[in-house]
């Protein structure tokens, strides 16, 4: 008989562990069974819960995401100057939980699968579409008709610094992070300020 209750804890243990599991591996060449016992569970409760190997990896990259946007919009509360919400958005891009070893293997597995699985595709393009909304609103009134190409391009650079993380090898700290995109977005924001 199953414990009333446990389901969404034992969710988010397979979710947990499949973000560490993915970390340690450094690719999705992971089991289920592997998932599982990390966990704490069995197999079978796994697959009960999800399916499969993708399903988890999928639910896991939805906690990724959520925790972020939490992050975001913490780090934007109260913020009305466009200056500092472009930075909080850029911090919150690298806080420690998000540019953690683990979470960023899990980023780079993600973009590779996206180019496989329509649903991992639809979450990514979610993602995208959400940072770049984030970003044009704040860079319109700083930079008018260049803030597309300025979100677009400091977007491309947030990914590229995680995508550079996990294939380095060398650590880079959050803050060392934070600062590559706000030192390449502090000269956009002078070049394509608004006359």
Do not use: C
């Not at 995401?65 to 930075?87: F, I, M, S």
């Not at 909304?133 to 947030?158: C, F, M, Q, V, Y």
């Not at 803050?175 to 394509?192: F, Q």
Request: aromatic content about 6%; glycine content about 8%.
């Amino acid at each position: 008989m199953p414990k009333v209750g446990m389901e969404p804890i034992r969710r988010e243990a397979l979710v947990l562990a499949t973000i560490a599991e993915v970390g340690a591996a450094g690719s999705l060449d992971v089991t289920v069974s592997q998932i599982a016992k990390r966990a704490g569970v069995s197999s079978a409760l796994a697959h009960h819960y999800f399916g499969g190997k993708d399903q988890i990896f999928l639910a896991a990259m939805r906690h990724i995401l959520t925790a972020y946007g939490r992050e975001v919009r913490a780090a934007l509360h109260g913020k009305t100057d466009p200056r500092a919400r472009l930075e909080a958005i850029i911090r919150a891009s690298f806080t420690d939980a998000q540019f953690g070893p683990e979470v960023i293997s899990a980023w780079l597995n993600f973009y590779v699968k996206a180019q496989q699985s329509p649903e991992a595709a639809r979450l990514l393009r979610l993602y995208h579409r959400r940072l770049h909304s984030n970003l044009l609103h704040d860079l319109r009134p700083l930079t008018g008709r260049n803030a597309d190409e300025i979100a677009r391009s400091i977007a491309a650079l947030i990914d590229g610094v995680y995508i550079r993380q996990a294939l380095s090898g060398a650590p880079m700290a959050s803050e060392a992070a934070a600062e590559m995109v706000l030192g390449v977005l502090r000269p956009a924001l002078a070049r394509g300020a608004l006359q």
